[in-house]
Every structure is written in structure tokens, then in C-alpha cells.
């Protein structure tokens, strides 16, 4: 199983952590095959808005989100990738009961190098002018962050990982997880191969807990369908919507495509890692295979309800056919990133919450450090523990 390179690694799942986890133990020399049932990004990844931000009330998910979205922005320089992430600047509304924490907030992220300031709700409005800022008590502006491509990312890191010396199996899926004596010694594909690995790291996302739960472990993870309406504003998109777009005063964000497309979700404040009580939970999808990936004209007008209020201009755009996502869920909204109980060398990556995208590039740094090293402090506060005996 080991050779020349030392331990054997297999990661499960070529989303945005695990493309990420392959990378990076590829770049430290660790022997790696990535395995994926599809392709790159064929998960959430794909539906994600990929809006890059380092603004979080909990610090270990702001460091790592600063750290994942500048991954994602060297991407070109570090391992030679395309241009992925679009610096158009990520802008926050706050309301005023709200407003002491964030900027508390804002200064603790400040201090750890992002940049980052609070700014008042009329400069919002000097920079969007068609933004309604009247009930708002803050504007959070982060000028260096943004969005990136999800699939132009995962795909460039996979690339990563492959140039690096890791071993990319598409169109393969794990069966199951190959434990022997308490201890994994690989997996097993649904063709019945068997590639033996002193260490696995499920970055599975929403598939995860069916996988742990047939190894005895309760994730306390639940799957939440989450719709996007599409906006057609030919050639002034930007116009409209200069930046990323996260409104902790109606629960919504936005964010421009490009310079003809808005895409606007539902928010739940989970983002900030602080979820708000008084939102209605979206729909759970029992089975991520089988779910309706579509948002039809009603249920884009759902979506667009509270937001018109803030952005008149969006009412008067076209609305494309919309489509859902999922989000693993943990009960914290802090994903669960840790060794997967009674089962020496597996790791797992999930309960990401809805902010895996920028998490995962860094996420992925950490687990390897965690399986290539044995520790990775920065993970601490994500451990399954925190939620008590789930074996
Ligand atoms: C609509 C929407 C908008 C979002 N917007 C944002 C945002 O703006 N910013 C942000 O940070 N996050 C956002 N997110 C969340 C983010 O997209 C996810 O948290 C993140 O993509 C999860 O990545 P992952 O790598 O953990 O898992 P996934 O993307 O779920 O990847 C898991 C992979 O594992 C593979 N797999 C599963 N089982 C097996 C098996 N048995 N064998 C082989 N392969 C397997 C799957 O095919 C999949 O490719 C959004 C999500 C959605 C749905």
C-alpha cells in the first residue's frame, strides 16, 4: 500500500474540498488518487454562487475564508491556473440591532490583515445608487473579494493536484469505505476495484452521511434545497449591482454574473455564521440524487419578494428559468471537518452550511496538513464533538 512517497491517500468527492484536500497533499508530496462517481464540481459546488468573503462572526471561519479566497485569487500565479474570481468587491447591509457585533467583528477581521472596513449606509448608496439603504444602520464593504467561476475552480485545482503527481479517477464511485481491524485500508468502487489508502478523507458533502452512518456514526447533517432566481440585465448588470451582494437586514444576497446576469438567493444569516430564528427553513431533500433542480416562474418570484424592495431596478428585469442547490446542514451551521469516529485514518469534510465554496481552498490546505502532519489547529472549533456522542 505505501511506497516510495509514503502514506497513500484517497479522497472521495471532487468538489471544491476535495479537489482542494488533493491539491494540496499532492503538493506535499503525499501519494493521492482524487476519486469522483462524476466529475469535478458535480455536486453543490456547481449551483454555488461562489460568493468570496472574509466577513464572519465565528474567527476560525473568517480566517479560513480569508485564506480560501486567497487561494482562489492566486490561483494564476501559484499553479499557473486560468483567472477564476472576480474582485468585484463584496458589500454587507446591517440593521441596527445588529450593527455593534458586526463592527466588532469587522475590526477583530481587520486586525488578521483583511481588508475590510464599516462604512455608512449612504456611501453604500453613493455606490450603488439604486440600492434603498433606508433602514439600514451599517454597510460592511470588503473591496478585495468577490466571486469566482465554481467549476473553473474545481476543475483548476484538480489540474493542480494531477500536475502535482495525484492520480484523478472520474466516473468512479466509492461502494464503501474498506475498514479492517478498526483501522481503514482503502475503498472499494462500485465496479468491486479495491485501492488500498493508509488514509481516506470523505469530502463527500451531502452524500456524507449515508457513508457515516453505515460505519455507525449519527452526522447530525440535514440537506436543505436552496433556489436561485436568474435576472437578465444585458450589457448593465453591473450597473445595477457593482458587487456581491449579502443584505443581513432582509435575508437575501445577490451578486452580478458577468456583465448581463444577476443571480439573487434566500439567506437564512447562516453565512455569518449566525442563523436568523425568525427565517423560514427552505424545503429538506431527503435524497441529493433525486431532488427538482429547477425554480420555476413562481418560485423565482418567491425569491425575488424582498428584494425588489431594496433593488427597485430588479423589478423590472427579465427572469430566466432558476435553479437549486443543496446544503449539508449542521445544527451550528459550522461545518464538521474532523476524523470520522472509530475508524483510524478516515477524515471527513461536511455540514459546510452553505459557505463551502470559499471554506473549501483552504479547508482542503488544512486537511491535508491534519492527514500529512497530524494536527491543523485552524480545525479545531469544527469537530464532530461539539455535538456530543454520535456513535
Ligand atoms: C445555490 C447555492 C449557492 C451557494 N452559494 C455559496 C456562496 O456564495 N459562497 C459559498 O462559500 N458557498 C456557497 N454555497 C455552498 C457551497 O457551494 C458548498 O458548501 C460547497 O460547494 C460544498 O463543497 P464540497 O466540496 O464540500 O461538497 P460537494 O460540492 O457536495 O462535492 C462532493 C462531491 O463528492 C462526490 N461524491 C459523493 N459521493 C461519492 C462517492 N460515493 N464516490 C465518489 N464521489 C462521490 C460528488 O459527486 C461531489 O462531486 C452555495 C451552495 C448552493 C447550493
Redesign the pocket.
Known sequence: MANARGTEVVV???????VSTAYHLAARGVATTL????H??????W??????HAFYMAPALSRLAARGTAILRDLPATIGAPVVFRPVGMMWLVGAEAAPAWRAAVERIKGEGAAIEAIAPAEVARMAPGIVTDDAALGVWEPTCG?AD?YGAANALAEGARRAGARIRLD????RLVVERGRVAGIETTGGERIGADAVVL?????TRP?AARLGVELPITVER?G?AVLDAPARARAILPFAWCDDILCNYARPEGEGTILV?SWAGGGTGVRHGDVERPDQADDPDAYDELVDQAGSTEILTHIVRRVPAFESLGVRRGY?????MSPDDLPIIDRLPGVDGAHM??G?S???????PAVGEEVARLVAAGQAPALDDFALARFGDTA
Open positions: 472521495v468527492g471532487a468538489g471544491i474540498a476535495g476519486l469522483e462517481k462524476r469535478p464540481a458535480y455536486g453543490p459546488t449551483r454555488s454562487s461562489a460568493i468570496c466571486y465554481p468512479t464511485a466509492m461502494m469530502a463527500t458533502g451531502v452524500w457513508i436552496h436561485m438567493g437549486a442547490g443543496l446544503y449539508d469534510i461536511c459546510s452553505g459557505h463551502g465554496f470559499k471554506l473549501g
